[in-house]
């Protein structure tokens, strides 16, 4: 496993995009007493949970000057995010998604973000002195695949020589493949990326159902490539079925949480992640973080969005 006592701080950067959010329960389109607006983003979900466990945390993305993107900036700078490496683009506009639950609290999402502000930075994010006078305030970076799937390449390449060189022992990459099809040109394409990614990453937090999309096998194949990577902690997400935690000897399951009540799963993997991390940062082992992160997790799927309500997160 990775030795966090090592971190030179507990500094956090998290990298992606954060979206307006329209949501709409129970399969419905339209204006209906329980539609709302909010925001969401996979790792912006993620820090905003580190921030609430005490965690410091920024968030890297792109905005615009907009009335959005400042009320975007409003609620994480409430919730406690660094808002330093917000880059605003005066002419651009944030990301928009619409999100569907059905009876089962499963969701689907509809986005209109090719020309958001985020995706616009990170296009043009190619200059790797760029990244590596970015990374250098932070002990710990965070990343997932839709932050490389929002990048060019020269700006994913530049990306990968910034982390080379940001890389030492006392500084913690972590990775979680959260593979999304339709944010990439294609299949291979991520394979590619995300795989030029792991071979840099010192924790992994994959979710099993992305990492079978897109590269096929089974639990057991998952492990392997990680481990053939020198990954030195894997945690495995499997819904409801728990996790798996990994290192280079051994693997064990951590069971989930049983919830009667599943209304929404929107953000249930980004809130693990952050409890897990936070933990993890804390002083506490693999298991006693995932047992921590499970629930969390438990509680974000028994609420409707991505962020809990401060007052339902557990003591």
Same mark, same amino acid.
């Given at each position: 496993?990775?030795?966090?006592?090592?971190?030179?701080?507990?500094?956090?950067?998290?990298?992606?995009?954060?979206?307006?959010?329209?949501?709409?329960?129970?399969?419905?389109?339209?204006?209906?007493?329980? +539609?709302?607006?909010?925001?969401? &983003?996979? =790792? #912006?979900?993620?820090?905003?949970?580190? *921030? %609430?466990?005490?965690?410091?945390?920024?968030?890297?993305?792109?905005?615009?000057?907009?009335?959005?993107?400042?009320?975007?900036?409003?609620?994480?700078?409430?919730?406690?995010?660094?808002?330093?490496?917000?880059?605003?683009?005066?002419?651009?506009?944030?990301?928009?998604?619409?999100?569907?639950?059905?009876?089962?609290?499963?969701?689907?999402?509809?986005?209109?973000?090719?020309?958001?502000?985020?995706?616009?930075?990170?296009?043009?994010?190619?200059?790797?002195?760029?990244?590596?006078?970015?990374?250098?305030?932070? +002990?710990?970076?965070?990343?997932? &695949?839709? =932050? #490389?799937?929002?990048?060019?390449?020269? *700006? %994913?390449?530049?990306?990968?020589?910034?982390?080379?060189?940001?890389?030492?022992?006392?500084?913690?990459?972590?990775?979680?493949?959260?593979?999304?099809a339709r944010g990439w040109a294609s299949a291979s394409e991520a394979a590619t990326s995300l795989n030029a990614m792991i071979g840099l990453t010192d924790v992994a937090l994959p979710t099993l159902e992305d990492e079978i999309t897109l590269f096929g096998g089974s639990g057991q194949t998952v492990i392997q490539r990680y481990r053939d990577a020198g990954i030195q902690e894997l945690l495995i997400k499997r819904g409801p079925e728990g996790v798996l935690l990994v290192d280079a000897d051994t693997e064990g399951l951590v069971p989930a949480l049983?919830?009667?009540?599943?209304?929404?799963?929107?953000?249930?993997?980004?809130?693990?992640?952050?409890?897990?991390?936070?933990?993890?940062?804390?002083?506490?082992?693999?298991?006693?973080?995932?047992?921590?992160?499970?629930?969390?997790?438990?509680?974000?799927?028994?609420?409707?969005?991505?962020?809990?309500?401060?007052?339902?997160?557990?003591?």
């Amino acid at each position: 496993m990775f030795d966090f006592a090592q971190l030179g701080s507990s500094k956090v950067l998290a990298i992606g995009e954060c979206m307006i959010e329209l949501a709409f329960p129970e399969g419905l389109v339209g204006s209906t007493p329980n +539609s709302r607006i909010a925001m969401g &983003g996979d =790792t #912006l979900n993620t820090s905003i949970y580190m *921030a %609430r466990m005490g965690v410091p945390v920024s968030f890297l993305t792109g905005l615009g000057s907009d009335p959005y993107s400042e009320w975007l900036q409003q609620q994480w700078r409430e919730e406690g995010v660094g808002l330093e490496q917000v880059h605003v683009l005066e002419y651009a506009l944030p990301g928009l998604y619409a999100i569907q639950t059905d009876e089962h609290g499963e969701r689907s999402f509809h986005y209109w973000r090719a020309q958001s502000a985020a995706k616009q930075w990170f296009t043009q994010a190619d200059s790797v002195s760029e990244w590596s006078q970015i990374f250098a305030g932070y +002990s710990v970076l965070y990343v997932s &695949g839709i =932050t #490389l799937s929002l990048m060019s390449e020269p *700006a %994913r390449q530049a990306f990968y020589e910034a982390i080379k060189q940001w890389k030492r022992p006392d500084r913690a990459f972590v990775f979680d493949i959260n593979y999304r099809a339709r944010g990439w040109a294609s299949a291979s394409e991520a394979a590619t990326s995300l795989n030029a990614m792991i071979g840099l990453t010192d924790v992994a937090l994959p979710t099993l159902e992305d990492e079978i999309t897109l590269f096929g096998g089974s639990g057991q194949t998952v492990i392997q490539r990680y481990r053939d990577a020198g990954i030195q902690e894997l945690l495995i997400k499997r819904g409801p079925e728990g996790v798996l935690l990994v290192d280079a000897d051994t693997e064990g399951l951590v069971p989930a949480l049983l919830v009667d009540n599943v209304i929404d799963t929107t953000g249930a993997g980004d809130s693990y992640n952050g409890a897990y991390l936070s933990a993890r940062i804390k002083g506490m082992s693999p298991v006693a973080a995932a047992n921590a992160a499970h629930g969390l997790a438990a509680k974000v799927i028994g609420c409707r969005g991505a962020i809990l309500p401060k007052e339902s997160m557990p003591v």
